[in-house]
């Protein structure tokens, strides 16, 4: 089971979506050919894309914080 594919942090996958919507809603016999399964790959590789540049930003953020605060704690240390 995924997670809702229309969401703010999937903008840029949104127009493939949007077709997968529209290939899925073209019945039953069409998914169950394999007619919409490129469609697939695409939104998996879409999304697999987002959340690297999400999880690479919130890695580079955590960095930051963790300098900022042992630069904190090296101040504290050197007044004390």
Request: proline fraction near 1%; charged fraction near 30%.
């Amino acid at each position: 089971m995924h997670p809702h594919l229309h969401t703010k942090d999937n903008v840029g996958c949104e127009e493939i979506m949007t077709a997968l919507d529209e290939c899925h809603a073209r019945g039953f016999m069409w998914k169950a050919m394999g007619m919409c399964t490129n469609l697939k790959h695409d939104v998996n590789m879409c999304l697999r894309a987002a959340r690297l540049e999400r999880t690479a930003k919130n890695r580079e953020l955590a960095k930051q914080k963790k300098e900022r605060v042992n630069a904190r704690w090296a101040e504290i240390d050197e007044n004390s």
